[in-house]
């Protein structure tokens, strides 16, 4: 079967780093999303990693091993507005998505 | 600005009161998805567009039924709410299908309370 985890909840301190890890199992893959999603509102996509190795945008990074079926998103120089839920969504053989639950990021002064 | 925009924001209905909520995208975007998000869980498909063509979920409730009429339009019936179907409804587009850097667009959702 599919399967994604990450976790539930995390805290960072304001201009810290954080690092949020989501793990999968598939028998197929095309791909792995981040989508950004504050209170309330709409996700909003932050990333996309189908090869293995690290992708930098700004403050945001975001790791694939395909091999150990991990991603995890690197957040720098963190924010207050980055106080939001992270959904980590993998792309299935058949090119559907499949959702984690999110992990809401606590970000303190 | 070329976005997804949902209507209402915020519906208000009683059990059994049908609701209907709306999205339309000026992106010009060839499919439509509908979600369905309760507090702190993933969102979850229900269905979606490819152009015309409808793609139901095979766990999607007969409760929920949707229309689009046209390339810019898409309608949630929810015939007979019930309290569990009380969440946040998320519309998003996309460009194509089948594509694996396919990225979802999102309106801002319609959150539905059911009393």
């Known amino acids: 079967g599919q399967n994604i985890d990450q976790p539930t909840e995390m805290t960072a301190t304001e201009g810290a780093i954080v690092q949020i890890n989501c793990t999968y199992q598939?028998?197929?893959?095309?791909?792995l999303f981040w989508y950004q999603q504050h209170a309330g509102e709409a996700p909003t996509f932050l990333s996309y990693n189908v090869l293995d190795g690290l992708e930098e945008k700004g403050r945001f990074s975001s790791f694939l091993s395909r091999s150990k079926g991990y991603s995890y998103l690197l957040l720098k120089e963190l924010q207050m507005k980055d106080s939001a839920s992270y959904l980590c969504?993998?792309?299935?053989?058949?090119?559907?998505?499949?959702w984690g639950a999110g992990t809401k990021l606590i970000i303190k002064p | 600005d070329a976005m997804v925009i949902q209507n209402p924001r915020y519906q208000v209905t009683q059990f059994g009161k049908p609701v209907t909520l709306s999205c339309s995208q000026t992106l010009n975007h060839n499919v439509m998805y509908w979600y369905q998000q309760k507090s702190s869980q993933a969102p979850k498909l229900l269905f979606h567009?490819?152009?015309?063509?409808?793609?139901n979920e095979a766990d999607t409730p007969d409760n929920f039924q949707s229309r689009r009429p046209n390339t810019s339009f898409c309608f949630l019936d929810i015939r007979s709410p019930g309290l569990g179907d009380a969440a946040m409804y998320l519309c998003?587009?996309?460009?194509?299908?089948?594509?694996?850097?396919?990225?979802?667009?999102f309106g801002a959702g319609s959150r539905l309370t059911v009393l």
């Open positions: 598939t028998s197929g893959f095309n791909g």
């Open positions: 567009y490819y152009d015309k063509d409808f793609n």
């Open positions: 998003a587009t996309s460009r194509v299908r089948g594509s694996g850097a396919n990225v979802l667009t």
């Open positions: 969504a993998l792309m299935d053989s058949n090119y559907q998505l499949i």
